[in-house]
């Protein structure tokens, strides 16, 4: 494979203390969507190989600090100050496409290309990249369809839609062309909010797996969820980040009294 796909750059440390490893460094974000301000001095550090679950009420910021780490708030016409600091530099200072490869992101609503075959839609950003060997499409395709537990159903149709398929298959399929081009961040903005129990069960167990080799960060409305498969969890509220810490002591032993108003469902 290319070697500048398969090449993984630790920002610090070794790979024995790969979990105390700071991957994403973000100081300060303030985030604006012309006059409207929707983060404010968000300062947080997301760490190597583990799941950070991003909580809070609707309207609070969470999808706003997960589109920022790697520039998708551009897409929307959003604007930051601070800064984002991955791989020792600052990410506004990055090719974005060349970041997006890095910190690949998976949405709310399954998006796999409806036009193209299952087996392009995992290969679609290594041909944007110019790699045409059938050998090593074919090897990305089968190897990133298993990470995802999707290769058993589909290996039979590769060559029809994605769009044909389930949609807790279309999110794996989606999982598995964010893996194909080899990230080392993957964001999820509420990948299971609209898939059933089953699907979304299946999505919570491969999150469990990809954290060996990716690091993750999730916003989710769904407080069990948070619980059951974050390392850590921060809790947004108006754009604000009131607490960050370990899973366990967010939910038992919160700090803040609007954290625990809100794990406790008296608001949001």
């Not at 990305?140 to 058993?152: F, G, H, I, N």
Request: neutral net charge.
């Amino acid at each position: 494979m290319d070697a500048d796909i398969k090449e993984k750059t630790p920002i610090v440390g070794t790979t024995s203390d790969k979990k105390n490893e700071i991957k994403i460094a973000v100081n300060n974000l303030s985030a604006f969507f012309g006059k409207n301000q929707a983060l404010r001095e968000v300062s947080l550090d997301v760490k190597a190989n583990r799941v950070l679950a991003i909580i809070g009420p609707s309207g609070c910021g969470k999808s706003t600090f997960l589109r920022s780490i790697n520039r998708m708030h551009e897409v929307a016409g959003g604007t930051i100050t601070g800064e984002i600091i991955f791989d020792n530099e600052d990410v506004m200072k990055v090719d974005p496409v060349y970041l997006r490869r890095k910190i690949g992101m998976v949405f709310q609503k399954p998006n796999p290309f409806p036009t193209m075959s299952i087996y392009n839609n995992v290969v679609v950003g290594l041909k944007l990249n110019g790699i045409r060997s059938k050998k090593i499409l074919d090897e990305v395709v089968e190897r990133s369809l298993k990470r995802v537990a999707l290769w058993d159903e589909v290996k039979d149709i590769l060559n029809k839609s994605g769009a044909h398929i389930s949609g807790g298959q279309q999110q794996r399929l989606c999982i598995a062309r964010t893996l194909a081009v080899e990230p080392e961040v993957i964001l999820m903005d509420e990948p299971t909010s609209a898939l059933d129990p089953i699907s979304t069960s299946k999505i919570e167990e491969l999150m469990f797996e990809l954290k060996n080799d990716y690091t993750i960060v999730i916003v989710t409305h769904n407080m069990q969820q948070a619980s059951r498969i974050s390392d850590r969890t921060a809790f947004f509220y108006l754009g604000q980040l009131v607490e960050e810490g370990t899973t366990k002591d967010i939910f038992i032993n919160p700090k803040h009294e609007r954290t625990e108003n809100y794990i406790t469902g008296r608001f949001g």
